[in-house]
């Protein structure tokens, strides 16, 4: 089975730089994946990391290490804007794709 | 434009009545999920097709069927709602799911089942 670990809540100043961490325990790993979501939408895609190392987006950038089963999502130069709730899910040797809780951001002036 | 569409929004039926939530995609996809988000539990995969005629089980499929008898869309019914199924369910579909392809999300279905 899958066993996917990030924290529940975290809040961060505008302007700011947060880390939210995910750790993953699964049977066979094919990827994992970081998504935002607003209240009451749907995720939206954010990135996506299959080899260690880091992959930067604009503001965003996330982190993989396999051998930790460990990855981060950093948000740089926050916005009041990226007050949302960030998914990580991981995709497993045969395609299905496990969710995290998510990790609700709150950004504040 | 390219999207994921699912019918109705909003339901509120009672325990044992049948029902179909419809998912449509425009973007000749071969990949198309249903996920349940509830809260505390985050999002969990139902059931995956990887193309025509092809599906599996994901994580919580008890009490729901899908089919996919063309590309484009596919179906997720609850052939005897229960309460516990009440829930945010979203359709999502990918142009593989083998490749760094993301899903994309239509824009989720509210069930209440009293």
């Known amino acids: 089975g899958q066993n996917i670990d990030q924290p529940t809540e975290m809040t961060a100043t505008e302007g700011a730089i947060v880390q939210i961490n995910c750790t993953y325990q699964?049977?066979?790993?094919?990827?994992l994946f970081w998504y935002q979501q607003h209240a009451g939408e749907a995720p939206t895609f954010l990135s996506y990391n299959v080899l260690d190392g880091l992959e930067e987006k604009g503001r965003f950038s996330s982190f993989l290490s396999r051998s930790k089963g460990y990855s981060y999502l950093l948000l740089k130069e926050l916005q009041m804007k990226d007050s949302a709730s960030y998914l990580c899910a991981v995709k497993n040797a045969g395609n299905m794709l496990t969710f995290g809780g998510g990790t609700r951001l709150m950004v504040k002036p | 434009e390219a999207q994921v569409t699912q019918n109705p929004r909003y339901l509120i039926t009672v325990t044992g009545k049948k029902l179909t939530v419809t998912c449509s995609q425009n973007m000749n996809h071969e990949y198309m999920s249903w996920y349940r988000q509830d809260p505390g539990l985050g999002l969990r995969q139902i059931y995956y097709s990887m193309n025509v005629e092809v599906t599996d089980k994901g994580d919580v499929p008890e009490g729901y069927k899908v089919s996919r008898k063309e590309k484009r869309n596919f179906p997720l019914i609850l052939e005897s709602p229960s309460p516990n199924q009440t829930s945010l369910y979203f359709c999502?579909?990918?142009?593989?799911?083998?490749?760094?392809?993301?899903?994309?999300f239509g824009p989720g279905t509210r069930l209440t089942v009293t």
């Open positions: 699964t049977s066979g790993f094919n990827g």
């Open positions: 999502a579909s990918s142009p593989s799911p083998g490749g760094t392809y993301e899903q994309y």
